[in-house]
């Protein structure tokens, strides 16, 4: 059976994508094989694709007749920037423009999904949220480190590791006490900060740890070490953004699931 066969078979409507509409979606990962079928037919109806940094070329691929507009934001850059992204949604909305917000990941998953619909509900703005896998779970899976584990873990904890060692950072040695694994969005900068409150919480520092670059992309790339190494053999491996964090036994995992 072809692939549209199989899509005609789920009996699939998408909904109406109306003008003056905005619709706030998660790309996933990188990989296209990690996009919903929302997000896939709104890329086809989209008049224009207000994208970020981390939405892969493939993806954006698809809505080639729509108009793209970047809107990436690298690595802590100052909220004006948050504040212009969301004017030029409102400007386009008022136009008449079906939008199509597209961002990596889930939308509502450190993403700044919150804000910008909030906005949008601010000025009356019909939206639409599509979810997206997040980078965290997907990347995972792809890189052959299970989220829970029985007789491992019974949660799994979320991060972001961009506020790491600021006043507003959050309890590190209170995650590590939890004794359960802990996933690090925007984390890399900051990973020996983050490894040192982790230890200074009792994690052992034979702890399995790794990041994943580029996740679910052919560009990706994993480091596996402990909780001690990590920093150390990330930076050796040349490892940049963007990529993530995981610490704790389900990483051992790998080395019998890894294909
Ligand atoms: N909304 C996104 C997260 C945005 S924050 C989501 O749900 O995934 C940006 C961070 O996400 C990056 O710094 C990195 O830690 C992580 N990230 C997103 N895509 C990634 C990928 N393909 N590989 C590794 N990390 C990724």
Same mark, same amino acid.
């Given at each position: 059976?072809?692939? +549209? @066969?199989?899509?005609t078979?789920l009996?699939?409507?998408?909904? @109406?994508?109306?003008?003056?509409?905005?619709?706030?979606?998660?790309?996933?990962?990188?990989?296209?094989g990690?996009?919903?079928? @929302?997000?896939? =037919? $709104?890329?086809?109806?989209?008049?224009?694709?207000?994208? @970020?940094?981390?939405? =892969?070329?493939?993806?954006?691929?698809?809505a080639?007749?729509?108009?793209?507009?970047?809107?990436?934001?690298?690595?802590?850059?100052?909220?004006?920037?948050?504040?212009?992204?969301? #004017?030029?949604? /409102?400007?386009?909305?008022?136009?008449? #423009?079906?939008?199509?917000?597209? #961002?990596?990941?889930?939308?509502?998953?450190?993403?700044? !999904?919150?804000?910008?619909?909030?906005?949008?509900?601010?000025?009356? /703005?019909?939206?639409?949220?599509?979810?997206?896998?997040?980078?965290?779970? +997907?990347?995972l899976?792809?890189? =052959?480190?299970?989220?829970?584990?029985?007789?491992?873990? #019974?949660?799994?904890?979320?991060?972001? !590791?961009?506020? +790491?060692? *600021?006043?507003?950072?959050?309890?590190?040695?209170?995650?590590?006490?939890?004794?359960?694994?802990?996933?690090?969005? %925007?984390?890399?900068?900051?990973?020996? /900060?983050?490894?040192?409150?982790?230890?200074?919480?009792?994690?052992? $520092?034979?702890?399995?740890?790794?990041? /994943?670059?580029?996740?679910?992309?052919?560009?990706?790339?994993?480091?596996?070490?402990?909780?001690? *190494?990590? +920093?150390?053999?990330?930076?050796?491996?040349?490892?940049?953004?963007?990529?993530?964090?995981?610490?704790?036994?389900?990483?051992? %995992?790998?080395?019998?699931?890894?294909?």
């Open positions: 059976m072809s692939l +549209a @066969d199989a899509i078979r009996d699939y409507r998408p909904r @109406d994508f109306l003008p003056g509409h905005v619709w706030l979606a998660g790309a996933g990962p990188g990989d296209p990690c996009l919903t079928l @929302d997000v896939l =037919s $709104a890329l086809t109806d989209a008049d224009c694709v207000v994208y @970020d940094a981390l939405v =892969s070329e493939a993806v954006l691929e698809i080639r007749g729509a108009e793209l507009h970047f809107a990436g934001k690298r690595g802590g850059k100052p909220s004006t920037d948050q504040e212009d992204i969301t #004017k030029r949604l /409102i400007g386009f909305a008022w136009a008449g #423009k079906r939008v199509l917000r597209l #961002k990596g990941g889930d939308p509502y998953m450190f993403g700044r !999904g919150g804000e910008e619909a909030l906005a949008l509900v601010r000025e009356g /703005i019909p939206f639409r949220v599509l979810p997206g896998l997040t980078s965290a779970l +997907a990347g899976a792809g890189a =052959s480190i299970p989220a829970t584990m029985r007789g491992i873990n #019974k949660a799994v904890v979320l991060a972001t !590791g961009h506020a +790491a060692g *600021t006043d507003e950072d959050l309890d590190w040695a209170a995650l590590a006490r939890t004794g359960q694994p802990v996933v690090i969005y %925007m984390g890399l900068k900051n990973l020996p /900060i983050i490894a040192a409150q982790l230890a200074a919480g009792g994690l052992a $520092a034979e702890t399995p740890a790794a990041v /994943i670059e580029h996740a679910t992309t052919p560009r990706e790339r994993v480091v596996v070490a402990t909780l001690g *190494t990590l +920093a150390e053999e990330a930076a050796r491996a040349d490892i940049g953004a963007p990529a993530l964090i995981v610490i704790g036994g389900i990483v051992s %995992m790998r080395a019998e699931l890894r294909r």
